[in-house]
């Protein structure tokens, strides 16, 4: 027929197809994922870097009240008994009177 190729039905036939998919224009979805992505992190980075300054700032403050109540506490004691070696009693110095 013609000299066309033709094909012999004893022998196996072997085929393949392949698909590709390309979408050349998406809206620059990937650019700004990309670009939220580093703003959502920076954001975060900054969340730790307050919450640091936030606990070093408790725990210095929380130092300096413990500090504050101790002196609080033990200069009233120092101060009782440094006065009640200086002072004599009312009845020892009347006797040495």
């Given at each position: ?8 039905l ?29 703003a ?7 969340q ?19 500090l504050?109540?101790?002196r ?7 101060w ?6 200086r ?11």
């Amino acid at each position: 027929m013609n000299g066309g190729s033709r094909q012999d039905l004893n022998q196996p036939f072997y085929g393949a197809m392949l698909t590709l998919r390309w979408d050349l224009f998406t809206g620059f979805d990937r650019y700004y994922g990309v670009h939220k992505a580093m703003a959502q992190r920076n954001a975060s980075r900054s969340q730790l870097k307050a919450l640091k300054v936030d606990v070093i700032a408790t725990v210095w403050k929380d130092y300096y009240h413990f500090l504050s109540a101790k002196r609080n506490t033990l200069l009233p004691r120092r101060w009782s008994r440094r006065q009640k070696k200086r002072t004599t009693p009312i009845w020892k110095a009347i006797a040495t009177a």
